[in-house]
């Protein structure tokens, strides 16, 4: 019963200890190779005392209960702790730490978010601007920023006078355009849409959110 209590006690200890988890913003930390880092709990093994074989009950931190005459019957583990860290009560000296990081990296290492960024601040003073930026954020849903900007730069080669082309595009013009984009059926369809709508407000492209999501395609998110 003796060495049957005590590998209860070493997997009563394993599970304990699985039950502490790293925050969100610890796990970001360790991944970029923050020097402060939040320790964990230091838990103690239970001395010989705590394990008393008569009675088949075993001391802090874990509690386990056998039943006599039944070493291994029932076990009861103890309840995930409340005093686990929670990561939306982070500190924000940790979040502004965390910000330092992210930036520190990001002036080391260029993101394809950031070419499409740039291409979508370039349209900024062209003429037809407006609907290019609307027409790219459109190819870009759930799909790789490098690949959205490669099929908008298609497009444009493929119809320089924006909505006025797309309208009159063929379908399968305007499908092979953009067809490295994922479900560019659905997207072509909405473009060739969005433009109608377009050029039925003089070519000016919607300003206010409200109107925005009403055009086929645009969500909350792109508008």
Known sequence: EAQ???????????AFLASFAFSGAQRKR????AAQRIPLPQISAPSASSVRN????VGNPVHMKILPGHATSKISMPEESDESPDPRQDSSQNRLGDLQLVLSYRKQRRASVDGFHMFLLSLADQHNGAFWALAACVLSVQV???VALAAVRALMLAAPAAA???VVMSTEDLEKAIHSCNFYKTKASNLKRISIEILRL???VPREHERLVQLPGVGPKIA
């Open 30 to 33: 360790a991944r970029l190779g």
């Open 4 to 14: 049957v209590a005590r590998a209860l006690v070493a997997m009563a200890e394993e």
């Open 144 to 146: 790789r920023d490098a």
């Open 202 to 204: 003089d070519g000016d």
């Open 164 to 166: 006025s082309d797309i």
């Open 54 to 57: 008569e009675a088949g009950v």
